[in-house]
Structures are given as C-alpha cells and as structure tokens.
C-alpha cells in the first residue's frame, strides 16, 4: 500500500556536471536560474519570517466612535417658586421625600457606540465592541458650590479586571442647572504623544499625536532629504538652522536622539466635552451635539487572507515541481555516466577493458573479503613451481606479492588445476565456521523473561 506522503528524494548537490556546457549549450540557463532560485530563495525566507511575525501581531482598523452625553432629572418637581405658603409646602414636601429617599436628584450619562462603516448590512455588520474599550481613564469636574457639594470631581481609571461596559452614569442630588466638564482619555493600539515643540512640528510636518516610532522616522527621512548625515562619520548629524535651534547643538547623535524625545514628547491632551445638566422642562435632556472620534479597533477575525490563503496549495506545487528537479538532475547525471562508460570504449577498448576487469576484481575482493587468501594460494603455487631454491628474503617475498598480484588480475591464474581444489576448501571452511557459530547459539541458554 502506497504511504500518502511518499518520502522526496533529494540530491545532495545540484549542480551539473562540470564540462557539461560543452555538450549542452543551454545548460548555462538551467545556471542561471538556480542562481535566481538561491536569491529567491533568501526573499522568501525574509517574506515567510515577516509574514509570521505580522500573524502574531493583531490588526488594527480605524472606525468612527460617536459618543452622545444626555442627562435624567428625577423628583425635580418636590422644589417649586411661589409664595410663602406654596415654599412652606414645598419644603415640607421635599423633607418628606428627603426622608423617604425621593430627594431631587439627576443623573448624567456618557455613552458611545461605534458607527457602521458606509453600505454594511446585518450580514457584514462587525462585531460589537463597547464603549470602554476605547477610553483610559475619564475625569468629569462640576461646577457646584463646594461648601454645599464635596463630591464635585468623579475619576475612573481602566482596571485589569474590569469588565467593560457602553456607558457610564454619574447620579447626584440637586434641583438646580450643572455646568460639568468631561475629560477623556481615548486609548490607542500604540502609545501615543504630543510633540511640544513648535519648531519641530512645523519642521517635520506632525499634525497630532504620534508614536515614538512615528516620530523618529519623520527626523529620519528629513535628515535624508537635507543631507544632514556626516560623510565621514554616518552616526553624526549636521543640524540645519531648524534642528539647531530645537536641538540646540550644532551636531547630534542620531544614537542618542532616542534618549532625547522625553524633552518633545509629551501626554496628548484629553477630549474635552462641556456639557450642562438641566433639571428643569423634562425628565430627559439630550445634548445637542454629538462627537465623531476616531479609534483604532482590533479585527478579530480577517476576512480573506489574500495570497496567504494559497499558501498550503503553492507548497504542494513547489513540492511537485522540486520531485521532478530531482528526477530530471538523477537523469541527467545517469546519461552523463553512460556517455563517459561509452565514450571511453570507443576511444580504447584494450585500456577500457583493462581498467574495467582491474576495477571488478577489486570490487569482487572487496565483496568476498578473501584478497589475502588468493594471495597465499598464489605464492604458494609459485614457491612450490620454484626450482631455484633461492632463500625467502624480504625483497624476495615482496617481489613475489607484486607477481602475485599482476597474476591475479589476469583470467588465466584461475585456468590453474589447483584454482578449484582450493575452492573447495576455502568454502568448507567457512562452513565450519558458520556451524560452529549456529552450535553455540543453540547452547547458550536462553534469557530470563521479564515479569
């Protein structure tokens, strides 16, 4: 049964055989795109690293936050102007309801809701967000009289473990018009500052808050686009008359710019919203304005990965196509091997056939593993034809190893009558051998199992 993922077959090396731009011109082509293929390689690698880095990070869209400020007023009616005996009236009403907790009091309310980008239906409508996901913290001041009225200033401040919510409400006693003023402070995917600096803002054309990242770009690219960087000396920058007067030295490090922005940059200042309570003409009162901010709100789900969502398929089509390199680079490599094989026969058929049993006995010795033992049977049989009875010296045993050798390359050594008595013995030794082997396997005694 085939495995589904049969297991790619790869070359150790790819490249072509050398020469072989001699036999096939267009090999320089298959070159040249595997040059291509090695800087393509090393963008995309680049690519992948930035592409992953991009998924762990999460995506921010700019919307529309509207926040609307409205008020309540409650038992408003218990204080009323008239006459001594109406006032007496209404003074005894209100204690009455002082002291059954009816006492005339409003409520102020700060509320806010996203705005549905232009042509969203119900089926496109994203995800509900609420309106203190938005907000770092909130100041609200009243103006009261701080001799009848302790509590005139309310602060909230975003907490860990707090849940969010789409409003806030703020009730307190009173049967009189509120003037109070709403400071928000409207949270951002990244920190962002004021620069305090007019100069540098005119310089660097920074129209609001931005990020300190943000903010050093733009110093770079006008350093850029003046030639402010030394020549000699690329971490040292030459301040132009704008630089010099907001930096306020003539040459600047661009190593320490970075410990310098605590000097520009500063906390933005908070949306203000001045709003005044009425409790008079209605239990409900509606501001007559709303406001339109911009936030920055994290898309939790992305709609089409574009290129991305290709990815797996363009891998499987890589894969295909690097199989069938590989394929076509072992082609070519067994071509270019048999071309050799055949071109040096034709060229020589003695040397060629001289080299190509030269090279069998060798692999054959290698295979059997019993070079020494042709070695001994042929020095034997040359000793034992030797007449001369000349001493066995060194020399002479060396001189007869190398005859040895040359006989053993040449197909008639095994023509000799003694060629298949020796054989035959040299295969029953390795009988006995073996059965000796299988005998003691048969006598050692088996191995405890285990529990």
């Known amino acids: 049964m085939a495995t589904a993922n049969p297991k790619r077959k790869r070359l150790i090396e790819k490249s072509l055989p050398p020469r072989i731009e001699s036999y096939i011109p267009e090999s320089r082509l298959f070159m040249q795109l595997q040059s291509l293929e090695r800087k393509l390689d090393a963008k995309i690698v680049r690519k992948r690293l930035e592409v992953q880095e991009a998924l762990g990070k999460p995506v921010y869209k700019k919307r529309i936050m509207r926040i609307f ?13 008239g006459n001594d005996e109406t006032d007496i009236e209404g003074k005894g009403s209100s204690m009455a309801k002082l002291a059954s907790g009816e006492a005339p009091s409003w409520t102020l309310r700060i509320e806010g809701r996203l705005v549905d980008p232009p042509g969203t239906t119900w089926k496109t409508r994203p995800p509900a967000h609420k309106f203190s996901e938005f907000v770092n913290s909130m100041v609200i001041e009243l103006e009261r009289d701080p001799e009848l009225y302790a509590d005139n200033v309310v602060q909230w401040r975003r907490g860990a473990a707090e849940g969010d919510v789409d409003g806030f409400e703020i009730k307190r006693r009173g049967d009189e018009d509120v003037r109070t003023k709403i400071m928000l402070d409207i949270r951002t995917a990244t920190d962002r500052f004021k620069v305090n600096s007019p100069i540098l803002r005119e310089l660097l054309d920074i129209r609001g808050p931005i990020s300190k990242a943000g903010f050093i770009m733009k110093l770079w690219q006008y350093i850029k686009l003046n030639g402010l960087q030394d020549s000699e000396d690329p971490d040292q920058i030459r301040c132009d008359a704008g630089l010099r007067q907001a930096f306020g030295n003539p040459v600047v490090s661009f190593t320490a710019i970075p410990q310098m922005l605590h000097a520009f940059l500063t906390r ?30 994290e898309e939790l789900a992305r709609q089409g990965a574009g290129p991305l969502a290709n990815v797996l398929t363009r ?5 295909h196509i690097q199989n069938q390199l590989t394929q076509n680079m072992q082609d070519i490599y067994n071509a ?20 190509w049993i030269d090279n069998q006995t ?8 019993d ?24 020399e002479r045993k060396q001189a007869l190893e190398n005859e ?20 035959f013995h040299y295969l029953s030794v390795k009988t006995q051998e073996r059965m000796q082997q299988l005998l003691q396997q048969q006598q050692q005694p088996p191995a405890p199992s285990g529990v």
Request: no cysteine.
């Open 69 to 81: 400020v409205s008020n309540l007023a409650a038992n408003q009616a218990a204080v009323v102007g």
């Open 336 to 355: 270019r091997s048999k071309r050799d094989f055949l071109r040096s026969f034709a060229d020589d058929p003695v040397a060629f056939t001289h080299r």
């Open 404 to 423: 040895t050798s040359k006989w053993l390359k040449e197909s008639a050594l095994y023509d000799e009558p003694w060629a298949e008595e020796a054989v």
């Open 371 to 394: 070079r020494r033992h042709g070695l001994e049977a042929a020095l034997s049989a040359i000793m034992a034809a030797d007449g001369t009875g000349q001493e066995m010296t060194s």
């Open 315 to 319: 891998q499987r089509e890589l894969a």
């Open 268 to 297: 933005p200042d908070p949306l203000v919203i001045e709003y005044t309570v009425r409790v008079h003409d209605g239990d409900f009162h509606m501001g007559q304005y709303a406001f339109d901010v911009e936030v920055e709100v």
């Open 362 to 369: 060798k692999d054959l010795e290698v295979i059997l593993g």
